[in-house]
């Protein structure tokens, strides 16, 4: 079945300095790729997502980014505010869907 | 809408009992999915359906069952619990379309402890 790998485990940085997550997946057969972020004590919610048909996806201070030949994808937020802190979690899915283990985000102010 | 909803929030178990995990959801998703998340291990899948009648296994399906009946309804049923089942467990589902899987809507999360 589908593996996904997600680095680094935990990741602290400076109010307004950028953020970047990175997965890989196992199967090439994957289409879809979301981010969820978990905040303390509630459940997981999409920020954003990325089919295999496209490469980058920007929303706002969030973007992703897709490499299918190397079957890698990344989560870059930019512009870090206290309210990103949190636990961010990518996936894959070719219909199960497989998540990373989860990255701690903390941003100092 | 009430989106996706679960039962009960909380739950105390002794070894060797058996419980059901409620989820419903409203939005007439065909898709619907069991997780259990524990520290440091993400969120791992349990069971998934693809509709009404449809059921398959994830990655950590032992020591649970689930049945869809119905397209709203995805019960887990932990046939005799064990301290390992320790865990916050997640439903979650989603629409199936032709371009694919879609955006995974999660319920509020039952927190399992089993003694």
């Known amino acids: 079945g589908e593996n996904v790998e997600q680095h680094p485990s935990t990741l602290s940085v400076q109010e307004g300095d950028s953020a970047v997550i990175k997965c890989t997946y196992s199967?090439?057969?994957?289409?879809?790729f979301p981010w969820y972020k978990q905040e303390l004590g509630k459940r997981p919610q999409l920020i954003i997502d990325i089919r295999s048909n496209v490469g980058e996806k920007k929303d706002q201070r969030i973007a992703v980014t897709l490499n299918k030949t190397a079957k890698h994808f990344s989560l870059h937020i930019t512009e870090t505010q206290p309210e990103d802190s949190a636990v961010y979690f990518c996936a894959a899915s070719r219909g199960d869907m497989r998540f990373g283990a989860g990255t701690r985000l903390t941003v100092k102010p | 809408n009430a989106g996706v909803t679960q039962t009960p929030k909380f739950q105390v178990l002794k070894t060797g009992q058996s419980m059901t995990l409620q989820c419903a959801q409203d939005m007439n998703h065909e898709y619907m999915s069991w997780y259990r998340q524990d520290p440091g291990m993400g969120l791992r899948l349990i069971h998934y359906?693809?509709?009404?009648?449809?059921?398959d296994q994830g990655e950590v399906p032992n020591g649970y069952n689930v049945s869809r009946s119905t397209t709203e309804d995805f019960p887990l049923r932990l046939l005799s619990a064990a301290p390992s089942q320790t865990s916050v467990y997640f439903c979650?589902?989603?629409?199936?379309?032709?371009?694919?899987?879609?955006?995974?809507?999660f319920g509020p999360g039952t927190r399992l402890t089993v003694l």
């Open positions: 359906s693809v509709g009404a009648g449809i059921t």
């Open positions: 979650a589902s989603s629409y199936i379309r032709t371009a694919g899987y879609n955006e995974q809507f």
């Open positions: 199967d090439s057969a994957s289409n879809y």
